[in-house]
């Protein structure tokens, strides 16, 4: 016997030997029915939730309940004892779960409607809240048919994505010269055998193909191109276009087929990151970007940071997470290839580029010891990849290549962004920082390239921020305050109505609110809940941004003392990472040449503001550059040259990964920094004469 995990007070003996937690009677159903389980054919919660016989109890019985979910009017049917997260992923709607339904965000708020649910007590929802029906999804079970009405701030609205559109497409063509694919297509008229000739058909096309000037001494096929050959090269008089896939010590003949008039050849670049996946389709003959789409990684369900992904990827399978970002992709695909009249099957050119942890979940490959210590990656530097291979939706035979990442924790993504800008080219020191989930920085030249990741945590794209969200429409990106009565004026993406508040909104409130008074250094309020924009939240003090008269929300949009806690701890750790990576090579920030800000969130930076609360040293501003989506842009880049492909593993290689997780030195400078803007003034001038104006 033991203790049900949902429900505490009741005693039962179903045992999931999987995940060794006992369910009761109300709970009995299999969380992982579709994940192959060792245990299964002896596990009687399995056994009973899958097969209906009429000699067990009406109570312990796998009924199905229907589900609508509004707005949009959404069906499904689900068994007895889901949870609503879950339930909203089936249906394939976007509930906000920052902490992995671990019930510590609050994020999740769905209202019922109609129906009756079992719940798990929560101190994350208001008095108010829970009397107009709200629950947090990943804590109620379906026990009834039910009615959910998903609210405006929890839905998933379009994400603004930096590096989409006309002027981005524009900046990228034409940065690649000579473009040398890893697929590459010859079209070639073969000489039909005669009874002087009779070499095999496979032998004749490779004699053609090495006049045509491609090196064929270490040239294999498979047994497809094999089984198609002889039809291929006769369906039109000998004249065919052959598609060979260059390997890093060999080629592969992978398609052979006549001549066609739709035979262009397209090339996908994307950025895999962990809140965000931006696709990129690309003319392999021009270099054009010819369209674009963006959108959320459906991971996010599983929490917003990459160890929250690990961790579901142990618990639910891998196979799970895979399929998640598959999906992603594949759909943002689609999409973009929609407005071009062209079909998957014309890419045979990929590239990914993405942080170490979402490349195993995507490749399949087990992540669990990059949260191990030593923190080891299964892989940093991976062979090109066929894209059926791994259920990329292109031709089956398309060459991927992976962008190499130097750690566990600094991924290829990182790379992508040193090989854009460049600056490893260069005698300039060098301050680089992708501002995101992760935080990963790199100092550096052309003599060296030091790089760690700085445990930002996920403030920065809303995750652990009550009002907190990414760059969708309706967040508010920024704001002042009026000196004297504070009230807020702001302005959200596309100028849609208040929804909550991203990253850039939270810099620059966080400032604006330490500099006309309203925090102190201590990040504490310096005014009590009997100012007019001043209310309590579970009993601490919150600075309302808008009022939910004003707004579609069922409640206020505010910023807690919880909130400027969280959004000063991830400002300090990054602050601290550039302290310390200085304090390697025996330097300073006056030394700094540049310092490159990249990553969706940086375009939206305030400079002034981010100094203002510590988050970027107080250096002269001409030399901060912003250089946009560099992910994308490296991976563009390693997508259309091999140069540029053997340049980003040679980068990789060259870079040395310092570990802060056991750095004395950097929970010194961590804890230093988290005042705002420092506990030394004098390491912010500027902000100290302000601050005194």
């Given amino acids: 016997m033991g203790t049900c995990i949902n429900h505490p007070e009741i005693q039962t003996s179903y045992l ?26 002896s596990c009687p919660i399995h056994f009973i939730s899958t097969k209906d016989f009429e000699s067990k109890p009406d109570e312990i019985r796998s009924k199905e309940f229907s589900i ?19 339930a909203s992923k089936k249906a394939d709607l976007y509930v906000n779960a920052s902490c992995n339904g671990k019930g510590s965000c609050g994020k999740c708020k769905v209202i019922i ?83 002087e000739d009779t070499i095999s058909d496979l032998e004749r096309l490779k004699r053609n193909l090495k006049q045509g000037g491609c090196d064929t001494s270490k040239m294999s096929s498979g047994i497809r191109v094999m089984r198609q050959l002889a039809k291929a090269v006769r369906d039109d008089n000998w004249k065919v276009t052959v598609s060979v896939l260059q390997k890093k010590c060999s080629s592969e003949i992978v398609d052979v087929r006549p001549v066609s008039k739709d035979d262009r050849s397209l090339g996908m670049a994307v950025d895999l990151g962990t809140t965000s996946i ?42 799970k997470l895979q399929k998640m970002a598959l999906s992603t992709i594949n759909n943002l695909s689609q999409r973009a290839l929609e407005s071009l009249a062209q079909t998957h099957k014309n890419i045979e050119n990929i590239t990914i580029s993405g942080n170490t942890t979402m490349v195993h979940l995507l490749l399949g ?70 501002v995101g989930t992760n935080g990963e920085i790199v100092l550096g030249n052309n003599e060296f390239l030091m790089t760690a990741a700085c445990s930002a945590g996920p403030a920065f794209e809303g995750g652990g921020i009550r009002w907190g969200m990414r760059a969708e429409t309706g967040a508010v990106e920024k704001i002042l305050l009026d000196p004297e009565t504070f009230e807020p004026e702001y302005e959200t993406i596309e100028g849609k109505t208040a929804r909550g508040i991203c990253g850039s909104g939270m810099i620059d409130l966080l400032s604006e609110m330490h500099m006309k008074g309203v925090l102190g250094q201590d990040g504490r309020f310096r005014i009590d809940s009997s100012h007019p924009r001043m209310t309590i939240f579970n009993n601490e003090l ?32 990054v602050y601290g990472g550039f302290t310390v990576l200085l ?27 981010a100094i203002s609360i510590g988050l970027l040293p107080d250096i002269e501003r001409g030399k901060f550059k912003y250089m946009g989506n560099s992910s994308i842009a490296g991976a563009y880049m390693a997508l259309l040259s091999n140069t540029y492909r053997q340049q980003s593993i040679q980068i990789s290689n060259s870079m040395t990964y310092v570990d802060f997780s056991s750095n004395t030195r950097f929970m010194e400078e961590f804890t230093k920094a988290q005042f705002l803007p420092h506990t030394d003034s004098k390491l912010f001038p500027s902000v100290t004469r302000s601050y005194l104006n």
């Fill in 113 to 195: 409607e109609s129906g009756t649910i079992e719940k798990n007590k929560t101190s994350l929802l208001s008095d108010k809240e829970q009397k107009k029906g709200y629950v947090l999804a990943c804590q109620t079970q379906v026990t009834d048919n039910l009615v959910i009405k998903i609210p405006e701030e929890t839905l998933e609205k379009k994400l603004q994505t930096v590096g989409m559109g006309e002027e981005a497409t524009k900046k990228l063509s034409g940065l690649v010269v000579d473009i040398d694919p890893m697929v590459k297509k010859y079209t070639i008229q073969l000489e039909p055998p005669t009874m």
């Fill in 16 to 41: 999931c030997m999987k995940h060794n937690i006992y369910l009761c009677d109300k709970c009995l159903v299999c969380r992982d029915p579709d994940i192959y389980c060792k245990f299964r054919s």
């Fill in 583 to 609: 304090e390697e090579i025996g330097m300073n920030f006056s030394m700094v040449s540049q310092m490159i800000i990249t990553g969706g969130f940086g375009q939206y930076l305030d400079i002034e503001k």
């Fill in 365 to 434: 490959i087990d992540a669990r010891y990059i949260r191990r210590e030593p923190y080891i990656p299964t892989i940093t530097e991976f062979p090109i990849i066929k894209a059926g291979h791994i259920g990329l939706k292109a031709a089956h035979y398309a060459g991927v290549f992976v962008m190499p990442g130097p750690a566990g924790y600094v991924g290829g993504d990182i790379v992508s962004g040193i090989l854009y800008t460049g600056f490893h080219n260069t005698n300039d020191l060098t301050l680089f920082i992708d």
């Fill in 278 to 319: 931006v696709v990129y389709i690309v003319d392999m003959q021009t270099g054009e970007v010819l369209s674009a789409a963006s959108g959320h990684n459906s991971q996010a369900s599983c929490g917003d940071d990459v160890i929250n992904r690990i961790v579901c990827s142990e618990k639910e399978g891998i196979k």
């Fill in 542 to 573: 919150a600075f309302i941004i808008e009022f939910a008269k004003n707004i579609d929300t069922e409640e206020d949009i505010i910023f807690t003392e919880s909130d400027i806690k969280s959004l000063t701890l991830s400002k300090a750790a």
């Fill in 68 to 86: 609508v979910f509004q707005p949009g009017d959404v069906k499904i049917s689900v068994p007895k004892g889901t949870n609503l997260l879950e």
